[in-house]
């Protein structure tokens, strides 16, 4: 296991930290070398249901790394596998059969913020500030930024942020129509793991394949969602955690889903 991304287990529950905290965990190329062949483990992982994404020190992720770039031979073959590693991660979180949890406080930058929507849910410490500010150093925003933000707040609102570089609250984030869990100061891990602990005892085959139809469902016509939704349905029907679910409701009582 390497130093700048730690990962820990807790019965089906991961917690994968990014740990280079004099650095505001920014995503340089050693840490997306070092987190993808943990998301590659954990993917692989069936003892692991949920996913969070959390950073070391005083922020979950300041963004892209500004001094490695700079100190980035300016070779497009170079710079091109770069992005590549980068998308790769991105594609890997969205894929995963999973639920990935990001959990964000401090400052949620730039790529930071990519990953962070590219997971299935956000919970953020109070206070926390979303920043997108690729203008300053003459670039466009990455990581699939292009794909989520327009979902969220709409194409104008998007260029907008985008154009004049957003710095915001979560809490104005939320109003402003993104879905985040806006966790009290000092208690984000333990509103994380809340959530967590929440999917992870539920029925998870159903929250996969939804996640799974949910990420394709923006490539598909009306009439390929309603068949893979009856696809979905006669699998889950032969479940134990549907009979399960069916006989709790007419017991009157919790259910106690396995995920099986």
Known sequence: MGERVLLEKQGSIAQIYFNEPDKLNALSSKLKEELLPILNEIEFDPNIKVVILAGRGKAF??????????????????????????????ERIRKMPKIVIAAVHGYCAGAGLSLALSSDMIVAES????????????????????YHLPRIVGEQKAKEWIWQGMKITVEDAVKEGFTITVAPKDNLMKEAMKLAKTFAEGPFQAFIYSKQLINHSTHLTVAD??????????????????KEGVNAFFEKRSANFKGE
């Open 61 to 90: 992720c300041a963004g892209g790394d500004l001094k490695g770039m700079a100190s980035m031979e300016y070779n497009a073959a170079v710079i091109k596998r770069n992005m590549d590693l980068s998308s790769t991660i991105i």
């Open 127 to 146: 206070g926390t500030k979303l920043i997108l500010s690729f203008k300053n150093v003459g670039l466009a925003p990455d990581l699939g930024i292009h």
């Open 225 to 242: 969602v309603l068949a893979k939704e009856n696809d979905i349905h006669t699998i889950l029907r032969t479940t134990f955690d549907h």
